[in-house]
C-alpha cells in the first residue's frame, strides 16, 4: 500500500507537467477512491487495535473484502503509466495565430475608434446640416412670405384695373348701346321718311323721333313734299310758260323779234347743242332729259341758265324740285351721320 501511494506521489509531478490524455482524466477519480478506502482500513485497524481497558471488549466487525477491486484497480493504473507519455504540441502556430488575433483585435480597435469619430463627424455634419436646412427653410418661408405679399399686393393692383377696366367698358358698352339703340331709332325714322317723302306724305309721324328736324324736312311735316313723278308731269307745263314769257320779251328790232319768234317755232338740235332755235329751248332739253333720269342736280342747274323771263315763268316748279332736292339731301345727310 505504500509502494503504490509512492509511486501515486511520484508520478504526480508528470501528470502535471504533461497534458493528461482523455483515459488517464477519467481514472484518477476512481484511484483516488481507492486510495481514500485504504486508508478507511488502516484507520478502522488502528482502532480495533488500541482499545483502552475500561470499554468494553470490541465487536468483531465484518468488513467487505475489496481486495480484488484493488488489484484491479492497480492493474489498470499500472497499464496506464506504462503507456508513453503524449508529445507536447507545437504552440507556436498558436501563438502566432493568437498574435495575429491579437493584432486584428488592436485594428479592429483601430477601426472601433475610427468609426466612432466618423459616426461623431456624421453627427457633427448631420446637425451642421440640420442647421442650415433649417436657416435655409426659414428664409424660404420668409422669402415665400414677402413674395405671397407682394403678389397679393399686385394681383389687388391687377384686380382693381380689371374691375375699373371692365366698369368702362361696361359705361362704354352701355353709351355704345345707347348711341346704337338711337341710331337703330335714328335710321328708322329716316327710312320712314325717305319713304314719305318719295310718296308725297306728311312727315311729321317720323319727324318726332328726330327731335329738332332740319328746315328742308320740317316744311313737309304737315303737307307731303313734290314727288318726282309729279314734277316730270308739270315740266311740260311750266316749260311752255318760261317759252311764253320769253317770247313776250321784247327783242329790239322786228327784225330780231321776227327771228326770234321763228326760232321758238322751229328747232334744230345736233345731239344736246340747238343749232337753230332759243337757247332757252336748249336749257330746257337738257333739263328735260336730266328729270327723266332722275338727276335733280343736273335739272335744277339747266334751269338756272334760262333767261330771266323764262326763269321767273318757272319759279313755283324750279321752287318745288329744289325743296325735294333739299329733302333728300337732308335725309342723305342724316344717314350718313
Known sequence: MTDTASETSTTEPAAIAAPASPARRTLAPVVMLGAAGLVLLGALGFLALQSPPDLPPPQTVAVPDHTATLNALERRLAGLEARPAPAMPDLAPLAARVGQIEGL?????????????AVAATRSV????????????????????EAQS?????????????NDALARQEAAGRQALTALETRARTLTAVVGLATALEAGRPLAPHLAVLGSPSPALARFAATGAPTEARLRLEFEDAARAARAAQDATPRGTL??????????????RRGEQVVWGEETEAHLERARRALAAGEMEAVLAALDALHPAAKEAMAPWITRARQLQEARAAIAQLLAG
Do not use: H, K, P
Open 255 to 268: 327784225a330780231e323779234s321776227a327771228l326770234a319768234r321763228l326760232g321758238g317755232l322751229v328747232t334744230i
Open 126 to 145: 448631420e446637425a451642421a446640416d440640420a442647421q442650415r436646412a433649417e436657416a435655409l427653410r426659414s428664409r424660404l418661408e420668409a422669402g415665400l412670405t
Open 150 to 162: 407682394r403678389l397679393e399686393a399686385r394681383l389687388g393692383t391687377l384686380e382693381r384695373g380689371v
Open 105 to 117: 483585435q488592436a485594428r479592429i480597435d483601430r477601426l472601433g475608434e475610427r468609426l466612432d469619430a
